[in-house]
């Protein structure tokens, strides 16, 4: 009677809570409904992967033929290098663009004249909100024969040519526009974790006669460690996932050898060319890699340190 008393008072007060909380739940469901939608309940399609979809039978229906795909994809002569360019691409990506903001935050937090830092705040953010038609509108105007990349490069004496169609700059001009579009927008959450720094700290290393180089090794970089390392987490999470749509925008025929990655090879092969089966299952192996990834570094974060996800 004692425990069916207890838990019939546990379940009240919990309705008594979400009672009070009921303004607060009603702002968070249309969010809650909008991923449950578009997230989870699409996830039944998944089962397509594992199956020889037809259309007139449906995903119920069709029949079950396993990881077949998944093997056809492995065996298949084009897998090394759609994996290699996946990886290159994101670690090269990780490598330059993680630390670009992190980096741009510090400098910002240097700055002494209020003026001229929101001015530079104000610059740096708007790229961010610029579509990614745009953005590549750009790249094909700097890299055209009379663009402005080939007028610095014949000052050296290297002929113009059409960069976009050399596979060795893709790469460059990949990573270079992401990090120029969103250089201001990643350095908002380490500045915010700068605006909780105590300045009786700087004034104290000030006091211990820390010069500017110290005061930032061993007062602002502690304070952004955390945001660093969930960042870093959730970047790793999606190291193989690229954006999809700079990429379409910017490759072509000429430079599939190093453009060629694995979503655009999902569009090419499981859209346009019409193998939807084979197309998830390579998609659903890249989501079960970055899944596997992010927990491994949660994993990882926690044992060496004292910040995590969770």
């Given at each position: 009677m004692n425990l069916q008393r207890l838990q019939l008072q546990k379940r009240n007060g919990i309705l008594q809570m979400l009672w009070k909380q009921r303004y607060l739940l009603l702002m968070v469901l249309p969010g809650f409904l909008l991923i449950l939608v578009f997230k989870y309940v699409p996830m039944y399609g998944v089962t397509i992967a594992f199956k020889s979809y037809d259309a007139s039978l449906g995903f119920l229906r069709s029949p079950w033929i396993g990881f077949q795909h998944f093997q056809a994809f492995f065996d298949s002569p084009m897998s090394w290098r759609i994996v290699k360019n996946s990886l290159l691409l994101a670690f090269y990506s990780l490598l330059f663009g993680f630390p670009a903001?992190?980096?741009?935050?510090?400098?910002?937090?240097?700055?002494?004249?209020?003026?001229?830092?929101?001015?530079?705040?104000?610059?740096?953010?708007?790229?961010?909100?610029?579509?990614?038609?745009?953005?590549?509108?750009?790249?094909?105007?700097?890299?055209?024969?009379?663009?402005?990349?080939?007028?610095?490069?014949?000052?050296?004496?290297?002929?113009?040519?059409?960069?976009?169609?050399?596979?060795?700059?893709?790469?460059?001009?990949?990573?270079?526009?992401?990090?120029?579009?969103?250089?201001?927008?990643?350095?908002?959450?380490?500045?915010?974790?700068?605006?909780g720094v105590d300045h009786s700290q700087y004034e104290a290393a000030v006091i211990d006669g820390a010069n500017r180089w110290q005061r930032l090794r061993y007062v602002t970089w502690p304070a952004i460690i955390p945001a660093t390392t969930v960042m870093l987490i959730l970047k790793l999470g999606s190291i193989l996932s690229t954006d999809f749509q700079k990429v379409l925008l910017m490759y072509n025929p000429k430079i599939y050898d190093t453009a060629d990655v694995i979503e655009t090879y999902v569009y090419r092969v499981g859209v346009q060319g019409g193998q939807f089966e084979y197309g998830a299952a390579v998609g659903l192996m890249l989501s079960v890699i970055s899944f596997v990834l992010i927990v491994f570094a949660n994993y990882f974060s926690k044992k060496v340190s004292e910040n995590s996800l969770w």
């Open positions: 903001p992190i980096i741009f935050a510090l400098l910002l937090n240097e700055l002494r004249h209020k003026l001229f830092k929101r001015t530079v705040q104000t610059i740096t953010y708007f790229p961010h909100f610029l579509s990614a038609v745009i953005v590549i509108g750009f790249v094909h105007e700097f890299t055209s024969v009379e663009g402005i990349i080939n007028e610095v490069l014949s000052w050296f004496g290297m002929e113009p040519r059409t960069l976009l169609y050399l596979s060795e700059w893709f790469r460059p001009l990949y990573i270079g526009s992401s990090i120029w579009q969103e250089l201001g927008y990643g350095a908002i959450i380490y500045l915010a974790a700068l605006t």
